[in-house]
């Protein structure tokens, strides 16, 4: 498996997918069942199950059983490494917005 500055490529492949992403989103605010993220994501039963095991098999999410429930999870390490791999550009990207908006400022 590839590696980028620590970082499965299976991470950034699983999170090029939005339906993935959107899941995320609602896990990182509760954990849910399977049926929770249907009715809130608008998603058939298939689909949402799908798209948890390939985050699940990426280390992106985890599972406990409550009753005769799976209940989801965002696992944040993975996560965690992303946003390490990503802090150069978003600090790129913030010298570049800043640079911009003080020539913008100096035109008016």
Known sequence: MRHIAGVTVDAFTVLA?????????RLRRAESSVGELVDALGMSQPAVSKH??????AGL???RTAAQRRIYRVDVAPLRAVDDWLG????????????LERHLDSQE
């Open 17 to 25: 997918e939005p339906s993935r992403r959107r899941i995320l989103d």
């Open 52 to 57: 948890l095991r390939v985050l699940r098999d």
């Open 61 to 63: 999410v985890t599972c």
């Open 88 to 99: 150069p550009y978003r600090s790129m990207w913030t010298a570049h917005l800043d640079a």
